[in-house]
């Protein structure tokens, strides 16, 4: 069972509640292994690796960042080449966007900003991580940053902008995803969480997509719930998630995050 944290395990509390913990515990005592896949740092998702007790690799970066928790062993790392996130970063300041936007770079598992803003200060107290401001990304750009997001509380502007990398970037060139209606993430070509469970499925342990249940709610998870055999989307996604999820692969839909979606999810399927 592969678990997103923002908005499936982790709600607003920004904590896994008693019955989700309860819940995976029981699927864990069953044999069945548990890992998460998430578009947070690595270090940022290592607190909810250790709540559920898991012993797999943890998927971090929407995929780009793949380390055992436990032999520290960095299993993949797939960055954005520097032609590529430069020219985002080009993209992101120019005269339309530049004061609309906090554009953060994550290198060597560090956040980077040009400066701190309240957006970025409420976005490290939920991660729960340090921030570098740096004034100007573009040396920072010279090595292969693993991930760029653009942050803003203005979600028309940031639709605005998937919309515009969506026709700008082919998916051979660039990965873009939203994980909230807030973030536009890039990532490397092909760099999604479905590969990276494909990765842990059927190269690290060897099982097959028929043995792998999916849970996720937003639109960064759609990969891996297209990859899983078992998808299971939550209550809280997106309604054109939703709608593409019932026309594609599943059609039962799980509680919200705040109603306990995964573990009535686990309670009736798994147990």
């Known amino acids: 069972m592969v678990l997103d944290v923002d908005g499936t395990i982790a ?17 864990q005592a069953k044999g069945i292994k548990v890992a998460i896949a998430t578009g947070r740092m690595y270090c940022s998702a290592l607190r909810f690796h250790a709540l559920i007790a898991s012993d797999q690799p943890l998927i971090a970066y929407n995929g780009a ?10 299993l993949q ?19 339309e966007w530049v004061s609309r936007l906090d554009i953060h770079c994550y290198y060597n598992d560090e956040l980077y900003v040009r400066e701190i803003t309240p957006r970025t200060i409420h976005y490290t107290q939920r991660s729960g991580i340090s921030v570098n401001p740096v ?40 990965y873009i995803t ?3 209606p807030t973030f536009v993430e890039a990532t490397r070509s092909q760099v999604n969480k479905g590969t990276a469970v494909q ?21 960064n998870d ?22 593409f999820a019932a026309q594609h692969f599943s059609h039962w839909v799980a509680p919200d995050v705040e109603a306990d979606g995964v573990a009535k999810a686990i309670e009736k399927f798994l147990l």
Not at 144 to 172: C, F, G, H, P, R
Not at 222 to 243: C, D, R, T, W
């Open 11 to 27: 709600g607003e509390d920004n904590f896994l509640s008693p019955s989700v913990q309860t819940a995976i515990a029981q699927v």
């Open 65 to 74: 960042w793949v380390q055992h928790p436990v032999t520290q062993d960095v």
């Open 77 to 95: 790392h797939s960055p954005l080449s520097v032609p590529l996130a430069t020219a985002l970063l080009e993209h992101w300041e120019q005269p």
């Open 135 to 174: 004034g100007d990304l573009r040396p920072l750009l010279e090595q292969e940053v693993t991930k760029m997001l653009a942050l803003s509380d203005d979600t028309l502007a940031i639709a605005q902008l998937y919309q515009q990398l969506k026709q700008q970037y082919t998916t051979e060139q660039l």
């Open 178 to 180: 939203q994980s909230t």
């Open 199 to 219: 990765f842990l499925t059927e190269d690290y342990l060897n099982y097959q997509p028929q043995q792998v249940m999916a849970i996720g709610d937003n639109w």
């Open 222 to 243: 759609l990969e891996m719930l297209q990859y899983a055999g078992f998808p299971v989307i939550m209550g809280n996604a997106p309604h054109s998630l939703k709608q």
